[in-house]
Structures are given as C-alpha cells and as structure tokens.
C-alpha cells in the first residue's frame, strides 16, 4: 500500500517539473551548507585532535598565566628555575624542560617583518623532549646544539617563495631585534602558521635578546611510562601550589596535558560549530516555508481528484498519507542532491587548502551517520512542512470536492 502512494506521489511531483525543481531549492541548499560546514568542522577537529595527540599522552604543560607570545606575564606568575626544580621532582615525572616565546622585529636583505621566537634548551635529552612535544621535524641543514649562541632554525614558511619576497635559506643571515644570527637548519612543515613561521634559538641566546630575568613561558614534563598523565598532573599542580604558598583555586599557572587541550578546543569549536550551523538552517527553514507553500497549492489544484479518490473508497488517513510522501519526497530529493553537493564542496575546500593555502587542517570528513542523518532531517522537514496541507486535504468533503471547480 505505502509503496502504491510512494508511486502515486513520485508522478504527482514528476507531472509539476518546475514547480517542483523550485520548491527543492530551499532545501538543497540548506542541506548543502549543512552538509559542508559539519565535514570542514569535523575534518578540522579530527586534524586538530591528531595533532594534539601527536604531542604525546606521556606530556604535562605548565604554563605562566598571562599572553605568553608576548611575554606580558607579571613575575609573580611566570615561571622560574625553582618551579622547573618542583615539577622535576614531582612523583611520577622523569624529565623537565622549559621554552620561552616572544615576537621580535626580523631583518634580512631588504626585508623587516616581526615573527615569534623560540627558545629552548639544547641539552641534549631536554631539546629531545621539546623536539617530540612540539613536532619539531628537519628537513634541511642542522638543529641546534650546546653552544650555539648566535645560530638559529627557521619554519618552513620563512623559505616559501610564494609567501615571501625574499625568501630564507640554510646559510643565511638575520638580524633578530639588532642581533645577528646564522640560519643552520629548516623545520619541516608543521601546519600551524604561527610554528611555521617561528625562528628556534637557544636558550641562552634568547636570554640575551629579550632579558627574561631568569623566568619561563612554559615547562614541559615527561611521565614515567605506565604512569597516569592526568594523575602526575594533578600531583604537578599541587606541588607548585605549596611551593608558592596558594590555596587551590588561586593557581596563576596552568597545568595541561594533550587530553585537557583537546577538551579546551572542543569546547569553543563545538560553539562556533553550533552557530555556523544555526545560520546554515535558516535556508531550511525557506525550504519548508517553500514545501508548505507548494503543498498547500497542490491541494487546491487537485481538490476535484481527491473528491473523486474519496468517493470511491480512499479514507482520511490514505489522503493524508498520500500528502505527506508528496511533501517528504520534496525534502528527501532536496536533501540527497544537497548531499551530493555538499561533500562535493568540501573535497573541493579541502584541494584548495592543500594546494592553495599550504594547509591540511581543511580537511573533508564524513561518516554514514552524516549521510543518513542528512537525508532522514530533510525528509523530516519535507514532511513537517506538508502536515498542514496533508491535514486538509484529508479533511475535504466529497460532495464539496466534486462541484469544485
């Protein structure tokens, strides 16, 4: 029976092409946007969390609290050699190091830009730790060893011609805030713009250039293998809360592993997620305003035939089905095209970001769940248009539908 007023449907929908094919529109496009904006923002989150993970479930971050690229923690808060001794001899830590960031004024040839500046350890195990926590990979020339004072390793970006007028090399020189510095070794490309277009030094040398009184941006420790990082985290942060005399609660630093910095950017991209997606549906809601319309104009060309389905037999309940299929056969048409098109636009996006844009963070994801799921809410939203029409044509008096002319 439902398969008789699936058909009986389909060649209502067939014979009114045009009416029809405009109706979809609403939909297909709502659908589109739905669809491309949840595979870009799920592609971007599963990048993100790789890279993240990447870090290691073995790392703890303990950061000053304060704009660290700037350097504008007050003292009270930035990290110092004896908070680096604390987390060292924490329960379950084996290894520390710490690293400082700050932009500075960059000159080459007859370039000046401003670009971040790292700096770290080059002890051996400790620049090891600092290399695997931040994936730091060479791809050209040397890294930087004990007694490197004025010799740097650039970001890949530094090097790219298409981003650069005078573009970087293994060689080269540069004048980091007025002091010279020789490039020895280049970072393989990272994706994260601000990483890729850093200058690495030693830890000593960034003493000289920024004057850091003897304080950190951050410290990176490494948990025994079998440890639980989030148990040696909690243990980090209630050492240094008794070394500098805080009630729990007041921590002006931050203690982090992957997982908790994973959970921080879920947090804010699930809300962007929500409110790209919230302005994406107001075409759904055009598209059922358009389905409601094209119902409710259906019912009234085809009064005569429901007058006549009636009295030979058709009951309430079949009229109103009958309507509703119509009207989810929209949604569900609209719904598979804007699929199709949507995952289309995302593979689209996701080329032009690894040609184009050098990055592989947009990337298209999806799953069966979002296929289904997409073409299940626009047949929801066809039919839920069409109640209402649906509803009165099954309310129609025969009599009153046969003398309707």
Known sequence: MIRDYAKMALMNLLHRKTR??????GIFIGITAVVALISLGQGLQHAITAEF????????????????????QALT????DRDL??????????????????????????????YGVMGFSTEERR?????DYWTLKLEEGRSLKQGDMYKAVIGKDLSNPDKLE???KVGDKVKINSTTFEIVGMYAKMGDPGA???IYVSEDAFKILFDTQGTYDGIVAQVNPGEDAEAVADEVQAELRRERGLDEGDENFNVQTPKDLIDSFLVVFNIVNFVIIGIAMISLIVGAVGIMNTMYTAVLERTKEIGIMKAIGATNKAVLTIFLIESGMLGLIGGLIGLITGLGLAKITEYIGKTVLDTL????????????GALAFAFITGAGAGIMPAYRASKQKPVDSLRYE
Do not use: C, H
């Open 20 to 25: 029809s094919w405009l109706t979809l529109i």
């Open 53 to 72: 993970l990447e870090l290691g479930a073995d790392k703890i971050q303990i950061s000053a609290k304060g704009n660290e690229f700037t350097g504008n």
């Open 77 to 80: 808060s930035a990290l110092k």
């Open 85 to 114: 001794r604390t987390v060292e001899r924490t329960n379950g830590v084996i290894l520390a190091t710490t690293y400082n960031m700050r932009s500075a004024k960059i000159e080459w040839r007859d370039q000046i830009a401003f």
């Open 127 to 131: 620049f090891q730790l600092m290399n």
């Open 166 to 168: 005078s573009p970087l």
């Open 196 to 198: 890729d277009t850093a």
């Open 361 to 372: 963070l947009l990337s298209a994801w999806w799953s069966w769940g979002l296929v289904f």
